[in-house]
């Protein structure tokens, strides 16, 4: 075990920071992976379910984030930094002495400092960056060891540890203390480090967050005037609030950028998810997000915002502020789909009075199983209900939960299913949804961006954005047929039963097909069905399709606008335009926006010591207290009387005793039961008891 050696000060700021978190941006942006397609009648996983797919992390065991230290020859990174964390890594995953040996502002080179009985380790790596390629890029790798590792680190030193622990004090200032932080460096990595390294490291990590705070507060405003500047005709808004000094502090921020929002209203359906979710790092509060549909059914996002608690008055904020740039007015014709967090409900009521708005089916059975979680055949019920497409579906699938148990079709009825079932779904926006699945997937996107500080977050899910419409403009602008793979796949499920159709053709353009002892009219003049699967998702359900196939039609001639290759292209013929670095923001001159104090949460309170103590009437004496309770009465092991035992000294005493009145062998009497003993000296008077 090896100890680092340096106790270092420093300055309040971490040089690297910025190149750092171009760094992280980088790499989130380079694993970016499509969120899929949202399909039609696919059960998501509940809550429990997913916990079980994954394996939960001990209570006890701290997970610092570090890549996997892997080095090879021609290695790129995106800067020097980049490159200093991958050594730093290899080190600590191999416990090799690694010191770096090469300080230039385009070059860098370490060395092991190892050794064996022929002399010095081999062991070298050298990167740097051309102007001609201008990129960072390993030059120079000898990888073979000739030495022992030693459980030394050079490397390890207090700015280093700092840069360790600084997203955990971000989350947790108050339990990563010297003594953790010494605790978990000799646990993960088998290193030691002095407490008063670990004391300078925590409270240079303290100064670094102090400023990042208010240095990406401060730079807010210039960063939405670099929005603006371009991205022309965006909106973004800073609100703030004044405090007791008279200085702006953070309370709310909105950006819509104006190619989204004229796409959204020239290409996507009239439909929005709303959500909300958690900002990771020490400035408390929640991002929301509103998402449109592209023609492919993947998410579209539209707008979000950061504000510092999810109440009523933030929600009804940010749903005014996406009504004013969609132009939703009442919201009359637009449908709205999240789940039934309180404040939102009474926001889209005060703001969308005539919307849609529908609830989410998986935040009604998760509801529904916390009384009823021991029926494992409820969850197909619920989910069988929802996807109604009209009334007597919905009655006969009702009746099924009310035989099935009367307790859940009375908590069903409670719920309202006319808001949640696709049979009571208002016709034209052509969407069947009956879950937020959508913004949960936008969640899990940005969830590494929600751990960045403030203006890194807000650039990586903007640099998220733009990348994701700068893939599908490739993808839509590729793809052959006339409909997305999404409509594509749709109609490939419904061709199944379409075949098996018996049709007959009436008078006026109308169709009779039966299908499974039913017989539904279809008119493929009006895009119609009994079923009504045909009006409400805007593609041939199976007996329209099967009247198409006994027309020798083609079934991607009924398929509405919204699903077709050209409106997917559309969808993401205009992207967002880039935004330059920090380095070259305006400079609005307005004053500097202030990180605010954590806000009070929603929910009940956690009570002090104070208020968990009972409260005395008025007339009880204050200084009074309540009389103790009676203690337990002590008995006798051998005689049963109370108030005196028996110690092992008298039980001794007891024996000799015995042996003498009984006139038996000592041996003899250890061997007998105690209660015997007693009966025997209870029966002859004697009271051994007392002496």
Not at 2 to 13: H, K, L, P, Q
Not at 55 to 78: C, E, M, N, S, W
Not at 271 to 288: A, E, M, R
Not at 590 to 610: E, F, L, N, S, Y
């Amino acid at each position: 075990m090896a100890s680092v050696d340096d106790v270092d000060g420093g300055e309040t700021f971490d040089e690297e920071a910025e190149e750092r978190d171009q760094g992280e941006i980088e790499q989130l942006l380079r694993e970016f992976v499509d969120e899929p397609s949202i399909r039609h009648d696919q059960i998501p996983e509940s809550d429990d379910e997913q916990e079980k797919g994954c394996k939960k992390k001990p209570a006890d065991v701290t997970h610092i984030k570090r890549g996997d230290g892997r080095l090879y020859q021609k290695q790129t990174f995106v800067n020097g930094v980049g490159f200093k964390d991958c050594v730093l890594d290899y080190a600590l995953r191999t416990g090799r002495n690694i010191q770096q040996y090469r300080y230039d502002k385009d070059k860098f080179g370490f060395r092991c400092l190892g050794s064996n009985e022929e002399g010095t380790c081999e062991w070298k790596i050298y990167a740097s960056v051309l102007p001609s390629d201008n990129v960072w890029k390993v030059r120079v790798f000898v990888e073979t060891h000739s030495c022992v590792p030693n459980g030394q680190c050079s490397m390890l030193r207090v700015p280093q540890i700092a840069r360790l622990f600084i997203d955990k004090i971000r989350e947790e200032p108050d339990y990563y203390m010297p003594m953790k932080i010494e605790e978990l460096i000799l646990e993960k990595w088998g290193i030691t480090a002095s407490r008063p390294q670990c004391q300078a490291a925590r409270t240079k990590a303290l100064k670094w967050l102090e400023f990042e705070y208010d240095h990406q507060f401060a730079r807010l405003r210039d960063y939405a005037a670099e929005i603006l500047e371009s991205n022309a005709d965006s909106t973004v808004v800073i609100e703030t609030l004044k405090n007791a000094e008279g200085k702006d502090e953070f309370n709310r921020f909105y950006v819509c950028f104006e190619n989204i929002r004229r796409t959204w209203k020239e290409t996507c359906r009239p439909l929005l998810g709303i959500d909300g979710c958690f900002v990771k790092h020490k400035v408390k509060g929640q991002v929301l997000v509103a998402l449109g549909r592209d023609a492919d059914n993947a998410i579209y996002p539209v707008a979000w915002g950061v504000v510092q608690v999810e109440n009523t008055e933030n929600w009804s904020w940010f749903v005014r502020m996406v009504k004013e740039d969609l132009g939703l007015e009442d919201g009359e014709g637009f449908v709205l789909v999240s789940d039934r967090q309180k404040g939102l409900i009474a926001a889209v009521k005060e703001e969308l009075p005539k919307v849609e708005h529908r609830k989410c089916v998986r935040h009604i059975y998760e509801n529904l199983k916390k009384k009823h979680g021991s029926k494992s055949d409820m969850k197909s019920f619920i989910w069988s209900l929802a996807w109604s497409y009209n009334e007597a579906e919905y009655k006969e699938r009702l009746d099924r939960i009310f035989n099935y148990d009367v307790g859940v079709y009375e908590d069903v009825l409670k719920t309202k299913p006319e808001s949640w079932c696709r049979a009571y779904h208002r016709l034209g926006p052509y969407c069947e949804d009956v879950e937020n699945n959508s913004t949960e997937s936008f969640n899990n996107t940005i969830g590494k961006a929600r751990e960045l500080p403030f203006v890194p977050m807000l650039e990586t899910i903007r640099r998220l954005a733009m990348v994701r419409i700068a893939k599908r403009s490739v993808t839509s602008h590729t793809h052959k047929g006339i409909c997305t793979p999404y409509a594509t796949e749709f109609l490939e499920a419904e061709k199944k039963n379409a075949s098996e159709c018996i049709v007959r053709r009436s008078t006026n353009g109308m169709y009779e097909a039966k299908l499974s002892g039913c017989t539904y009219r279809v008119s493929l003049e009006r895009w119609t069905c009994t079923c009504m699967k045909f009006e409400i998702c805007g593609i041939p359900c199976e007996h329209a399709y099967g009247v198409i196939l006994h027309k020798k039609l083609k079934a991607e001639d009924f398929v509405c606008k919204w699903f077709r290759t050209s409106m997917w292209r559309r969808n993401y013929t205009d992207g967002l335009i880039p935004v330059r670095g920090a380095r070259f923001w305006p400079e609005t001159g307005a004053p500097d926006v202030h990180i605010p104090p954590d806000p009070d949460q929603t929910g009940r309170k956690k009570m002090t010591k104070a208020e968990k103590k009972r409260k005395k009437p008025a007339n009880e004496s204050p200084t009074k207290k309540q009389p103790k309770h009676k203690k337990r009465t002590m008995h006798c092991g051998v005689c049963g009387q109370p108030d005196h035992n028996l110690s092992q000294l008298e039980l001794v005493l007891l024996m000799l005793l015995l042996q003498l009145h009984l006139k038996l062998p000592l041996q003899l009497l250890l061997e007998l039961p105690l209660q015997l003993l007693l009966k025997i000296c209870v029966d002859g008077g004697v009271n051994f008891c007392g002496f």
